[in-house]
């Protein structure tokens, strides 16, 4: 619906309280209710006032059908009195309740009590009851206030003024007496002597019969109703069939003729007004396009952009996130700052032409869908949201893919290890040696087979692991995981496998047991305590060379104590090593002394003294290696908290400092002095301070790559990210970009208006010590704060005091220019308007007028009406 409040301008039948006619008002008002119930009479007045009714709200978008019927919620009714009134009535109640409807029928009856008229016996109840009657009463009330009351002629008013009014204009015609509202206009004459005076080309009046009323009265109604804009409000049959047609409508039909043909304006000051308002309109138009050009380029920008950001494919190895990671660095130090500048200017150039556009008194600017600012501020959160996501998940993707290099590089460890325990264990478990082997050496057997099971119950754990790796790298999503599941099967079959031949062995063997004999305590004692040693150094050795990720000091200096612990228990697990040596050494020392022949390696086990040897001396030469890979780690943490320490000290100064300005800022504005230009060359020095602080921030960025790329992602030493940095830089400078845009629009204002230096100061502490409480208040209020929101800016102020002691051209007043110019046509021709205007104007008039679509129109005839009002924003062009 058009918003008939927010134009400012009155209805042409309204006013803003009772005229010098009260009485007449109070007199009419108690008019003789019981004539309603003569049929006829009631017919008229209810298609009369319903006519009426629909002309005035058909401006908002509405209509009723039954009179009786449609007001009988309230809200046709406030709606009516608020588009004939040009004020905003209290907010209606939308419930469907009775006491809802009585509410807002109780507003409309107090808003017309308030404009002087007096109500007799009009109650809510009755109108929400649908009592025609007293509907008709009301409608007839409001009919009276707004469009008869203030109707004045050579010092009468309301009904004897609209009376003289047509005694006057009808006189010089023959058969035509206006005496009264009824049988004076039975004939049809009356009516089409009205419109002839005025429009003579529109009724050929000669033609016209006094015996021929129906005739003369569909004439008259159909060509107010085509040319003059005035609806049918009664058939001529219901005039012609009453003895006595009802005063009250009569009346009703007449005061819109009046209104009308009343006012015209001044010849000599069309053309110039016309220049005004074209050129304004030329230079607007110009502005839009420029907007709309930059938007349109912004929002392609931010289109084309978001889907990179939004882009999750995973990539496969570190080095091709780290890549990702550092397009999305470039994007943000070379690509989208200029955006970010452009975006600013744009809020500023739809800022100044608004600014314009309220100065000539031209509706505000519009621009195409999709393209408002809040569509750019819209399409721009969303990709600062992307942007967040996508460092986000750029971070938690390196990550990921660190976790899985590990985990794959700690499974290959592994298995690779398993594989080699596993080397010919299978054909070992095959062998059917203990057939043809001696008593001792089927002993031998059956105690190397204990020795295998133990050390294979040693490895299960080993196996146990190598599958929860593999099971991880596949939850994770590794990209090799295809391999890696192979390799796992294989190892979980061959195991089982082992497992299998290891009991049918141990079976085999079993049953010869009886004929083993002697056994070689000292080698199985050997066996025994050696297998478990070994297993313990391969453990040993598999730690010292596990990789290790660490993200802070504290977790390296974790590991560092950690390997010290494991260092501590060198010296014991040297001397079971010894131990163990030292069983072989008096096995072999009590062979040589009982002249024993020993037939090789210790038969219980593979584990030689050699191997013991060859192992812990790999021990020895690890150990220093892990210590000196720590030591490189520990200095790498400290070389990155010293990066911390390095960022957050210089974030501590930026960020406060940057908060600091935020808050001068809003200071300067409310408490800068002297002349506008005073106010714009201060602002803009001290816009200039802030970017000379630039390089503070420059500073702080690399800074921040040198943590980038060391790959930290966190500092405890301050709660200042980058990103925190970035947008309250960028805050900045926008806010301080806003406020010197206010100034020059308060600047344009001024020069626009012709607003002294005396005066921008004056409004100024008028502005700054407003109070509320006062009808002029209340009035200023609904002027410069029409939505209620309860803030009013300064530029806002400036635009109501400027517009108050200015004149300002309306679609009204360059119709009627136009009208001069066209000799009191209804249509201009392109010679005329070439004659008239400036040849430039006079094209832009010729290239943007619509033909003209009347009975009486001639070939080249162009719409000056439907241009005027479109200049206005009041139709499309």
Not at 24 to 53: H, I, N, S, V
Request: glycine fraction near 4%; include cysteine; proline fraction near 3%.
């Amino acid at each position: 619906m058009v918003d008939y409040h927010s134009t400012g301008q009155p209805y042409p039948y309204g006013g803003n309280g009772p005229g010098p006619n009260g009485d007449y008002m109070a007199q009419e008002d108690d008019w003789d209710r019981d004539l309603l119930l003569d049929p006829a009479w009631e017919k008229q007045q209810r298609k009369t006032f319903t006519a009426w009714c629909n002309s005035h709200l058909r401006k908002a978008g509405t209509q009723i059908e039954n009179i009786d019927e449609d007001f009988r919620d309230g809200l046709k009714l406030m709606l009516l009195l608020e588009v004939i009134s040009g004020e905003r009535l209290p907010k209606p109640e939308r419930g469907k309740m009775r006491v809802h409807k009585i509410n807002n029928v109780n507003k409309a009856l107090d808003f017309i009590a308030s404009k002087g008229v007096k109500l007799v016996s009009i109650g809510a109840e009755e109108i929400v009851d649908g009592n025609a009657k007293m509907t008709l009463g009301m409608i007839w009330t409001i009919i009276l206030r707004f469009a008869i009351q203030d109707i004045s002629v050579e010092e009468t008013s309301a009904k004897e003024g609209l009376l003289l009014w047509c005694q006057r204009k009808t006189a010089p015609y023959k058969n035509v007496n206006v005496q009264n509202f009824h049988i004076s206009w039975k004939d049809g004459l009356a009516f089409n002597a009205l419109i002839h005076r005025h429009r003579p080309e529109l009724i050929e009046y000669d033609k016209l019969r006094k015996d021929d009323p129906v005739t003369n009265l569909n004439n008259a109604f159909e060509v107010a109703e085509k040319y003059l804009d005035i609806p049918k409000m009664l058939d001529a049959e219901d005039i012609v069939n009453t003895a006595r047609p009802d005063e009250k409508a009569i009346m009703t039909y007449v005061s819109s003729f009046y209104h009308a043909f009343s006012g015209a304006q001044k010849a000599e000051t069309a053309a110039n007004r016309i220049c005004k308002v074209l050129a304004v309109n030329q230079e607007n138009e110009h502005l839009m396009e420029d907007y709309e050009k930059l938007a349109s380029d912004l929002l392609e920008w931010i289109k084309r952009t978001i889907p990179w950001l939004e882009d999750r494919s995973p990539q496969k190895t570190i080095q091709e996130m780290q890549q990702k990671l550092e397009d999305f660095r470039d994007y943000r130090r070379v690509h989208k700052p200029p955006k970010v500048q452009e975006k600013c200017q744009l809020e500023i150039n739809f800022n100044t032409l608004q600014t314009k556009l309220r100065l000539s008194n031209r509706p505000a600017f519009m621009p195409s869908e999709g393209k408002m600012v809040s569509d750019i501020n819209n399409g721009w959160q969303h990709l600062e949201q992307a942007e967040k996501g996508y460092e986000e998940w750029l971070l938690n993707e390196i990550r990921r893919l660190e976790r899985l290099d590990h985990l794959a590089e700690k499974f290959r460890q592994k298995a690779s290890i398993h594989e080699a325990w596993t080397e010919g264990k299978e054909t070992m478990l095959k062998q059917k040696d203990y057939e043809t082997a001696t008593l001792s050496d089927i002993k031998a057997l059956i105690r190397k087979h204990e020795a295998f099971e133990s050390d294979l119950a040693a490895h299960q754990d080993r196996v146990e692991q190598i599958a929860a790796i593999a099971q991880e790298l596949n939850e994770l999503d590794y990209y090799d995981s295809p391999s890696v599941n192979a390799r796992c099967q294989k190892i979980c079959d061959q195991w089982d496998v082992l497992g299998s031949l290891t009991h049918s062995r141990r079976e085999a063997l079993e049953k010869t047991e009886k004929q083993l004999e002697t056994i070689d305590e000292l080698h199985l004692e050997y066996a025994k305590r050696a297998a478990p040693f070994n297993n313990w150094m391969e453990s040993a050795m598999e730690d010292l060379q596990d990789m290790f990720i660490v993200h802070t000091i504290e977790e390296i200096e974790g590991l560092i104590a950690a390997h010290d612990q494991f260092k501590s228990t060198l010296p014991d697990a040297d001397k079971e090593r010894e131990a163990i040596l030292g069983i072989q050494r008096e096995a072999q020392r009590i062979a040589d002394f009982n002249s024993i022949k020993l037939s090789g390696n210790n038969p219980y086990t593979s584990v030689t003294p050699q191997i013991i040897n060859s192992k812990w001396e790999r021990v020895q030469q690890l150990v220093p290696k892990r210590d000196h890979a720590l030591l490189e780690e520990q200095s790498k943490q400290q070389s990155n908290e010293r990066l911390r320490r390095q960022f957050a000290t210089q974030a501590n100064i930026v960020g406060p400092w940057i908060q600091t300005k935020m808050e001068e800022i809003g200071r300067i504005s409310i408490e800068m002095h002297g002349t506008l230009e005073d106010q714009l060359n201060h602002l803009k020095q001290y816009e200039q301070s802030i970017v000379d602080y630039k390089p503070n921030l420059d500073l702080l960025e690399q800074q921040h790559q040198l943590i980038q790329e060391a790959l930290i992602f966190d500092n405890k030493h301050t709660n200042y990210t980058m990103e925190h940095i970035r947008v309250g830089w960028e805050q900045l400078l926008t806010t301080i970009a806003r406020t010197i845009n206010e100034v020059e629009n308060q600047i344009l204002t001024r020069d626009a208006k012709g607003i002294s230096q005396e005066q921008m100061q004056e409004f100024r502490a008028s502005f700054n010590h407003f109070d509320k409480g006062d009808a002029e208040f209340n009035r200023i209020m609904s002027v410069v704060d029409p939505n209620s929101s309860g803030t009013v800016t300064f530029q806002a102020f400036i635009d109501f005091m400027s517009h108050e002691t200015t004149d300002t051209d309306t679609a009204d007043q360059v119709i009627a220019s136009f009208k001069v110019l066209a000799g009191d046509k209804n249509y201009i021709t392109a010679e005329e308007l070439r004659r008239e205007l400036p040849p430039d104007q006079a094209e832009y008039c010729i290239a943007r007028m619509a033909s003209y679509q009347g009975s009486d129109t001639v070939p080249g005839a162009l719409d000056y009406k439907s241009f005027s009002t479109a200049l206005y924003g009041e139709s499309d062009l």
